[in-house]
């Protein structure tokens, strides 16, 4: 029987077929790495760029917050914003946190403690629970929805089923409560949403 030229090498050299798929699979391996560290840094930085976002995001009712006052436990809990924008807070009764940053309710809250109560009271407010966010027009599933940490106007449609066969798909309308009042604007499908926005997904015209 005729030997084949790979045989006929010694055991310990691969016959070249066999070093062509090596490589092969090694550039395959080292593709496969670069994409996954591609989307390992996508989804660290996303997340980072909507907590910046965050730190402007104003407090409105069905937020629900988590305020601390340390050595003071009994004016410590956790507090819902009402449908008028406040919270009822031991001490200090109605405080109005609607249209506030977490950074402005906690100082608020602080010196009013301080003025009447606490000498240099140490005080935190966090958010436990956001309130939702709303998606109309287009969408296969359209309402509110809970608001999750990251989300963008695509993980949005995403959740509410992705878009109707008609729908425009960019730009679409973002409804957002500012300082300055309502602003709307018309923004792409990677643009950052906050508690309570409001997108509107419009029909496109053919």
């Not at 550039?27 to 989307?39: F, K, Y």
Request: glycine fraction near 8%.
């Amino acid at each position: 029987m005729a030997m084949t030229d790979c045989a006929r090498q010694l055991p310990t050299m691969p016959c070249p077929a066999s070093r062509s798929g090596a490589r092969d699979a090694g550039r395959r391996l080292l593709g496969t790495l670069w994409l996954l560290a591609a989307l390992l840094l996508a989804v660290s930085a996303a997340p980072a760029v909507s907590a910046q976002a965050l730190d402007a995001y104003l407090l409105g009712p069905g937020d629900r917050l988590k305020v601390t006052v340390f050595g003071h436990p009994q004016e410590s809990g956790e507090f819902e914003v009402d449908s008028l924008g406040n919270v009822s807070y031991p001490l200090l009764g109605r405080v109005e946190a609607r249209g506030r940053t977490v950074a402005d309710l906690q100082d608020h809250i602080r010196q009013a403690l301080n003025k009447s109560y606490i000498v240099d009271p140490r005080v935190t407010v966090e958010i436990l629970n956001y309130r939702p966010f709303y998606i109309y027009g287009e969408v296969n599933r359209a309402g509110s929805y809970p608001y999750v940490v990251g989300l963008t106007v695509r993980r949005a449609v995403a959740i509410a089923g992705g878009f109707s066969r008609r729908a425009r798909q960019s730009p679409v309308l973002l409804v957002r409560e500012t300082t300055d009042g309502i602003a709307k604007s018309e923004v792409g499908i990677d643009v950052p949403v906050l508690p309570g926005d409001i997108i509107e997904v419009d029909r496109r015209l053919f």
